[in-house]
């Protein structure tokens, strides 16, 4: 299993952002992504996922085997805890739910509607996604977001076990989550330097997180 990014340019609404990056990740390894606010980490990271293309570069991965995570959670409100999960647990051809529910401290909590949830629950359970979802490549958008500190050490331990499974992970994060042995990379190194824009693919608008 292994990622590789090669002299990728990004743009969104076609003004580039990020020009010439370029990494590989391979099995069991973690890459955090840092930058100011609007400098592209969404963009890039849904050029990771597949979601858009980047404007130049290439990337390999097996998109297969790639779960996304945005800024929403990607919750159904009419659902219950557990039925969020395993309804997702059934689109990867999963069985069981329960080792998600108790990685992100939601057994209590597994028969509750996810409208009466509270935005730490909610972020609980959209992580929680991740794990029944048994991809290899977990690409993730700021994912503590609304999470106190006893939920972001849940978190820090289910993403440890990933990697220790012989994972994936890139995460734009502000924190340090204190991964042993995780790579950060500065995206303001890759500014884009120039403001002219790039021609615009009406197929290819980054705008929209899901």
């Known amino acids: 299993m292994i990622m ?8 969104r609404g076609g003004a580039p952002l990020l020009e010439g990056l370029s990494f590989s990740l391979s099995a069991g390894q973690a890459l955090i992504l840092r930058g100011d606010n609007g400098i592209g980490k969404t963009t890039l990271l849904r050029s ?9 570069g290439q990337i390999e991965r097996d998109l297969d085997e ?25 689109v990867y051809g999963q069985i069981s739910c329960h080792a998600a529910l108790e990685a992100m401290n939601l057994l209590g909590l597994q028969n509750r509607l996810a409208a009466h949830l ?9 992580l929680a996604r991740f794990m029944v979802t048994a991809s290899k490549i977990w690409i993730m958008d700021e994912p503590t977001v609304s999470l106190d ?14 990697l220790e499974k012989g994972g994936i992970a890139i995460l734009a994060t502000h924190i340090d989550l204190g991964i ?5 990379l500065d995206l303001t190194l890759f500014r884009a330097r120039h403001s002219a824009k790039y021609p615009i693919d009406p197929s290819n608008f980054d705008e929209a997180l899901i």
């Open 149 to 162: 500190g006893p939920s972001t050490e849940l978190f820090q331990k289910m993403l440890t076990q990933h």
């Open 48 to 56: 990771l996922a597949g979601l858009s293309s980047p404007f130049a």
């Open 180 to 184: 042993v042995g995780a790579r950060t």
């Open 4 to 11: 590789k990014v090669q002299n990728v340019s990004c743009a």
């Open 66 to 90: 790639v779960v996304y995570g945005a800024h929403l959670d990607g919750v159904k409100t009419a659902l219950t805890v557990q039925e969020n999960l395993q309804f997702w647990a059934s």
């Open 118 to 126: 509270s935005a730490g629950q909610k972020r609980r359970l959209g």
